[in-house]
C-alpha cells in the first residue's frame, strides 16, 4: 500500500487525517479511536479485523469535494 497525504483539519500536525491508498483509490482514516462501549454497540455489521474512528465533520466537507472537481 502506497499513501498518499489527501489532508488534515489538525493546526499542529496531529490527527485526524484522510489519506489516499494510490493502489487502489481507497481512503485511510487517521483519527481518535472509538472505545466507548456503548458507542460501539450501536455501530453494525463489525468484522473481527475492523476499528473505528473518530473524525470532525469538517475533515470530510473539506477534502471530498475538492478531489470530485
Excluded: H
Aim: one cysteine or more.
Amino acid at each position: 500500500m502506497r499513501l498518499r497525504f489527501i489532508g488534515t483539519t489538525s493546526e499542529n500536525g496531529n490527527c485526524p487525517t484522510l489519506y489516499e491508498d494510490t493502489d487502489t483509490g481507497d481512503i485511510v482514516v487517521q483519527g481518535y479511536t472509538v472505545t466507548d462501549p456503548e458507542d460501539v454497540a450501536q455501530l453494525r455489521d463489525v468484522l473481527p479485523s475492523e476499528s473505528f474512528v473518530r473524525i470532525p465533520r469538517e475533515l470530510l466537507n473539506r477534502f471530498t469535494s475538492r478531489d470530485e472537481e
